[in-house]
């Protein structure tokens, strides 16, 4: 079994393996999963040595969440780290096996959203409820932001946040309820507002921060240092065009995203390094950064990437990214 670098949340006590699982397709809202797959997917990240899964009651609309409370309940508790997620509520709908949005509803339920001090806790004790635990490590609010919502509708979710759900989740963290609280969201522009006006422990910033894109050097990594706020990255293959995929942001890809893509992957051939490896590599290296937690699609899917994170990469690799302008000239690289 592997051993994982475990690196502190925050300033908290919490501790997470540099490589966690993300449970975002195990819902199975894309490709479909049934039950056992699910369970075998994490018991396959355990068997590798990860100790941080992610969850939300959205993906798979309850479904990621059973299987993880099913494949970790009977495991030490003190051994492993989990997250999920709040602000989405689940309501009994028979959608006939899709939500409006075309995706497949492994279970029938809708969301609605909430964002209020009583949302917040009624989310948790769901949560409780489907993993079968009484306790999380993690709350994140999910989705928040104008990328989900909206410029209109986000200004009132973000006030309720503010006045209202961001007490529950320090009443929470004070008593000892969570360890930790956070944001989960694809953009970065909420996270720097959200800084403005609260105490977070970490971040999940999904397609943001990857060999791709680094455009939060910029702004958010340096503040999130100076805040002492860690960082977990998710989508680190950037929804799959950094795995040798089509898609980007969870749609087709742009050409002119194709285009970069296509550059970094011929300094990568000269360099006989897979993409994928140095994606899943790169933002491990810079310092507000806890974890990665890529969301494979299968067991098999998950030990290829496990095997890619300890590729060796020759630093000249890196060198020429940044030369070719491939790269940030800020950006940390492994070493």
């Not at 908290?12 to 056992?36: E, F």
């Not at 309940?73 to 997250?83: H, I, Q, V």
């Not at 769901?126 to 993993?131: G, H, T, V």
Request: hydrophobic share 40%; glycine share 10%; charged share 25%.
């Amino acid at each position: 079994m592997a051993t994982w670098e475990k690196r502190r949340v925050g300033r908290t006590n919490l501790y997470v393996t540099s490589l966690g699982l993300g449970t975002a397709t195990l819902g199975g809202s894309r490709i479909p999963m049934t039950s056992k797959e699910r369970v075998d997917l994490i018991d396959s990240a355990w068997n590798a040595g990860v100790r941080y899964v992610d969850a939300a009651p959205f993906y798979g609309l309850g479904a990621a969440e059973r299987a993880a409370g099913d494949a970790l309940r009977e495991k030490p508790r003190d051994d492993w780290t989990l997250s999920t997620k709040v602000g989405r509520l689940l309501r009994p709908h028979d959608s006939g096996g899709r939500t409006a949005d075309g995706r497949l509803a492994p279970l029938p339920f809708e969301v609605r959203y909430d964002y209020s001090y009583d949302g917040i806790m009624r989310s948790m004790e769901d949560s409780y409820q489907r993993l079968g635990m009484a306790k999380i490590d993690i709350l994140l609010v999910h989705d928040i932001g104008v990328y989900q919502h909206g410029a209109e509708a986000n200004a009132g979710h973000m006030k309720t946040l503010r006045e209202s759900g961001y007490r529950a989740l320090e009443e929470l963290r004070r008593a000892g309820v969570v360890s930790a609280i956070g944001v989960g969201v694809n953009e970065s522009a909420v996270l720097i507002e959200v800084l403005g006006w609260g105490e977070w422990d970490v971040f999940l910033l999904a397609g943001r921060y990857t060999l791709l894109e680094q455009g939060p050097l910029d702004d958010l990594l340096p503040m999130c240092v100076t805040h002492g706020t860690s960082m977990v990255v998710g989508g680190p293959l950037n929804s799959g065009i950094l795995a040798g995929r089509e898609t980007w942001n969870y749609a087709s890809a742009p050409p002119e995203i194709v285009a970069r893509v296509r550059a970094i992957r011929a300094v990568c051939d000269a360099h006989k390094v897979p993409l994928a490896a140095a994606a899943l590599q790169f933002p491990l290296a810079h310092p507000a950064v806890a974890a990665i937690i890529p969301g494979p699609r299968s067991a098999a899917e998950f030990e290829e990437n496990a095997k890619l994170i300890r590729q060796p990469i020759p630093s000249a690799f890196w060198a020429e990214l940044r030369d070719r302008q491939l790269l940030h000239p800020e950006a940390p690289t492994p070493s």
